[in-house]
């Protein structure tokens, strides 16, 4: 009886152990889902994330197909492996479905098979895919699942495959819309991409002048570091929010440039020591004169060029999607200015000062669109399962400079592209900007490495567009950002 007794309760471990085993396998692999039914279990073919979508509705990811090949482990599947896999790749298939259950594998080819079951999937990302810093970020603060695809399969008692099954197709919410719609364009974001192909590291963004919505942006290269929203020395381009301070403020002097100025124990130069004689605030921009800058700052003042620079969203921070926000730079505070050096610096954009691409096109968006300020939008509205559009709402806007000082600020910014620095920029006689070449205070080996800029709007009669061209490592900024700005207005103008 003892025996008996023995026999019956080692049986009974070694039943309970494979029925663990098996709802374990099922519960852990990674590619089954149990259904809720006790007689069928179920394989997920393919997964939908909400969809990204630019300013057209036309899609950013989930716009191309995939295909996945369900093997279910009968010996007709086994026959058909060799059209669509090496021999490598059927010896570890096969291996796979001694397990008892279906194997899943993705095809790059469509070939008609009788057994084998392929079926046509979403690709989330493409080789092609835009914007993709813009988009990485997006999905990384809201990675929603709101479909899928899959095929579930009935069993016997003991979890093993009926014969002659070709399992039930289940799609929920398979085929929705839902998403999210960016202000990015398409077309003119290529366009961006294209044109900054000459650059090896850096940032291009393009803006509605009107609205301060993102139209293009692109980061180069393609790493963990979206440059065109990080924040950079800025050099020149910042002379004309110290030029907007002053045209406030009543101020348009004439200053004789030496070539040098002396500020404290600390002597200024203009780039390669040039003495530029004799320069208005419209030829200062034109020849980027620093001393002519540096007169106007220590002449203006900390406070206003402070509150004119916030007026523009200095320093602020810029809540660009849900969870997402980007701060505007550093914009040193007066205390900090009280030093007469420091005050110096920031007259031509150096010192403690930064500024990312994203924003200083917000500044020159401002300028163009008559002195009202919006800080930059990127998402335009969320879209529904059906593909409703339901928009949010745009930044408000509010006067930074006044209408005169930005129409004067405009003609001098013209001035820049055909009788300054700016020269390469100008396309069709209607380009408009400021050059920058801006000292990093960082060392390659003997050289210093600069951040140069080209900052400009398009076209110059009717202002559409405002541009940011960044370039980390460069030359200068009309040798940079010109050709590059000139590359973009030339194929979205």
Known sequence: MKKRLLVFTVLMCFLFTGAAGRIGFVIFSGNYQVSSKHNSYTVDIDKIYETVYDRNLSRITNKTTGLIAVIRPTEKCITELNRLFSYKEREEIVEELKQGYPVIREIDHYVHCRYIKIFETTSRHSDDMIAGHIVSSCERLKPELVGSKSINFSVDAIGRLLDGDDGEILEENYNTKRGIMLTLDSSIQKAAEKAAESIDSGAVVVLDTETSEVLAAYSKPNDYLNRAFSSYCVGSVYKLVVAACALE?????????????????????????????????????????????????????????????????????????????????????????????????????????????????????????????????????????????????????????????????????????????????????????????????????????????????????????????????????????????????????
């Open 249 to 493: 403020n009543g101020v348009n002097d004439s200053y004789e440039c030496e070539g040098k100025v002396t500020v404290g124990d600390t002597t200024f130069a203009c780039q390669r020591d040039t003495k530029h004689g004799k320069q208005t605030m419209k030829d200062a921009l034109a020849n980027s004169c620093n001393c002519y800058f540096i007169e106007l700052a220590l002449k203006l003042g900390a406070d206003k060029i402070i509150e004119t620079s916030e007026k523009f969203g200095f320093g602020e921070k810029n809540a660009l999607y849900d969870g997402w926000s980007v701060t505007n730079g550093n914009l040193p505070d007066a205390d900090f200015l009280k030093s007469k050096g420091q005050l110096a610096l920031l007259g031509f954009g150096q010192g403690s000062l930064t500024d990312s691409p994203l924003h200083f096109a917000s500044v020159i968006a401002a300028i163009a669109n008559k002195g009202m300020y919006k800080a930059p939008q990127i998402v335009m509205g969320d879209v529904s399962d059906n593909g409703t559009v339901t928009h949010r709402a745009g930044n408000s806007s509010h006067r930074a400079i006044s209408e005169k000082t930005a129409k004067t600020l405009c003609e001098y910014m013209r001035y820049v592209v055909t009788d300054g620095s700016g020269r390469r920029a100008d396309y069709n006689h209607e380009s408009a900007g400021k050059t920058s070449t801006a000292q990093s205070g960082i060392m390659n080996g003997d050289k210093e490495i600069f951040y140069t800029w080209f900052a400009g709007f398009y076209p110059y009669s009717n202002p559409k567009y405002s541009i940011v061209v960044m370039t980390e490592d460069g030359v200068s900024g009309a040798v940079d950002g010109g050709p590059v700005f000139r590359s973009i207005v030339e194929n979205i103008g």
